[in-house]
């Protein structure tokens, strides 16, 4: 049976879905993975040819682009199953060689990868990157999901959504524990200036976006079509509160950090951010494995017609797409400072 499964995956919603279920296939087989995102040449275009000659930083985060963020969702998704993998960014303006090639490279025994054929079954695969992929190799493919099915309705719309925005917290998170766990191994002072960007990522986005979402559409409509739901909202809803003061406990523990940066406050720090990261990952398990199941057996179409709209900021004044964008800019830079910082440091997450 297959024993090393390379997936592509893109910066679509579709991506979200795709990493779940390649990731859920290779644990039943015991498979390990690499994940794989090709990225256009940014410095082959006109403008980026003047940004590198401009701001060699600016062309440096243009060039890195939303790699880093796409692949650390797919690594948390993974991560959380207990999953082996291994993540690789390709520069290249045609997907399908990077494809093949890493999977040759890798010696990956199946490429498990989605289809954006938007145009019905019968011509499904016609002149996408997937079907370019089934005609120039020689190794198994598995089209596990095409977009037309995985995203006809607004129930999968909005779970990819919730789902994408927890696997970034906890690619933030891991980030967090293992530059902290660094400093510890090294003695040497953690970076400061990432820290405080992947903080003020919690403390905004958390505030501002994902709670607010999730109290005010998701769970108010499935207490308002399944009564019986009460407990288990009411549980989310409370510890929802609780990441609110064990974040403000880990801002403090931040703050006393950046000012003495010493192996006590060091400590202070890890213990404040494993009492959140504790806490988040339980909500975020009860979240997806009990209310998730729920809100699929007892709310309507035109219940997730509303999360959905809410959720990518078209139906609530207060959610903008401004804001929205600059959140995922925001993780994508973390997730690129991160990936820098790494390749300084010589370390392996």
């Given at each position: 049976?297959?024993?090393?499964?390379?997936?592509?995956?893109?910066?679509?919603?579709?991506?979200?879905?795709?990493?779940?279920?390649?990731?859920?296939?290779?644990?039943?087989?015991?498979?390990?993975?690499?994940?794989?995102?090709?990225?256009?040449?940014?410095g082959?275009?006109?403008?980026?040819?003047?940004?590198?000659?401009?701001?060699?930083?600016?062309?440096?985060?243009?060039?890195?682009?939303?790699?880093?963020?796409?692949?650390?969702?797919a690594?948390?998704?993974?991560?959380?199953?207990?999953?082996?993998?291994?993540?690789?960014?390709k520069?290249?303006?045609?997907?399908?060689?990077?494809?093949?090639?890493?999977?040759?490279?890798?010696?990956?025994?199946?490429?498990?990868?989605?289809?954006?054929?938007?145009?019905?079954?019968?011509?499904?695969?016609?002149?996408t990157?997937?079907?370019?992929?089934l005609?120039?190799?020689?190794?198994?493919?598995?089209?596990?999901?095409?977009?037309?099915?995985?995203?006809?309705?607004?129930?999968?719309?909005?779970?990819?959504?919730?789902?994408?925005?927890?696997q970034?917290?906890?690619a933030?998170?891991?980030?967090?524990?293992?530059?902290?766990?660094?400093?510890?191994?090294?003695?040497?002072?953690?970076?400061?200036?990432?820290?405080?960007?992947?903080?003020?990522?919690?403390?905004?986005?958390?505030?501002?976006?994902?709670?607010?979402?999730?109290?005010?559409?998701?769970f108010?409509?499935?207490?308002?079509?399944?009564?019986?739901?009460?407990?288990?909202?009411?549980?989310?809803?409370?510890?929802?509160?609780?990441?609110?003061?064990?974040?403000?406990?880990?801002?403090?523990?931040?703050?006393g950090?950046?000012t003495?940066?010493?192996?006590?406050?060091?400590?202070?720090?890890?213990?404040?951010?494993?009492?959140?990261?504790?806490?988040?990952?339980?909500?975020?398990?009860?979240?997806?494995k009990?209310?998730?199941?729920?809100?699929?057996?007892?709310?309507?179409?035109?219940?997730?017609?509303?999360?959905?709209?809410?959720?990518?900021?078209?139906?609530?004044?207060?959610?903008?797409?401004?804001?929205?964008?600059?959140?995922?800019h925001?993780?994508?830079?973390?997730?690129?400072?991160?990936?820098?910082?790494?390749?300084?440091?010589?370390?392996?997450?």
């Amino acid at each position: 049976m297959y024993q090393h499964i390379l997936v592509p995956i893109d910066d679509s919603e579709l991506a979200i879905d795709i990493a779940s279920k390649a990731v859920a296939f290779a644990k039943a087989l015991g498979a390990r993975i690499t994940f794989l995102h090709a990225r256009p040449d940014y410095g082959a275009t006109g403008n980026g040819a003047l940004v590198r000659v401009m701001s060699p930083r600016d062309f440096a985060d243009q060039a890195d682009g939303t790699a880093r963020a796409v692949l650390a969702r797919a690594e948390s998704e993974a991560r959380d199953e207990s999953v082996a993998f291994e993540s690789i960014a390709k520069t290249s303006d045609r997907p399908y060689e990077a494809i093949i090639d890493t999977a040759e490279e890798r010696g990956c025994d199946l490429i498990f990868m989605a289809s954006h054929g938007r145009r019905g079954l019968k011509e499904l695969l016609v002149g996408t990157q997937t079907q370019k992929v089934l005609a120039h190799t020689t190794i198994p493919v598995l089209v596990a999901l095409v977009e037309n099915s995985a995203q006809s309705t607004e129930m999968n719309k909005a779970i990819n959504i919730i789902r994408g925005e927890h696997q970034s917290m906890a690619a933030v998170v891991h980030g967090l524990k293992h530059i902290l766990r660094q400093a510890r191994e090294t003695g040497k002072p953690a970076d400061i200036r990432l820290l405080r960007a992947m903080i003020h990522y919690f403390l905004a986005f958390r505030r501002v976006l994902h709670h607010p979402k999730e109290e005010g559409y998701l769970f108010a409509r499935l207490r308002a079509r399944a009564p019986k739901s009460e407990e288990l909202v009411s549980r989310l809803e409370a510890q929802h509160h609780e990441l609110g003061a064990l974040l403000e406990a880990l801002e403090t523990a931040f703050n006393g950090y950046q000012t003495a940066r010493d192996a006590d406050h060091l400590n202070q720090l890890t213990q404040a951010v494993d009492r959140y990261s504790r806490l988040q990952w339980e909500h975020i398990k009860i979240e997806e494995k009990c209310i998730w199941p729920e809100c699929r057996a007892y709310l309507t179409s035109e219940d997730w017609k509303e999360i959905a709209n809410a959720f990518e900021q078209n139906g609530d004044p207060r959610f903008d797409k401004d804001r929205e964008a600059g959140f995922d800019h925001l993780f994508s830079s973390i997730m690129n400072m991160y990936e820098r910082s790494e390749r300084g440091q010589g370390g392996h997450v």
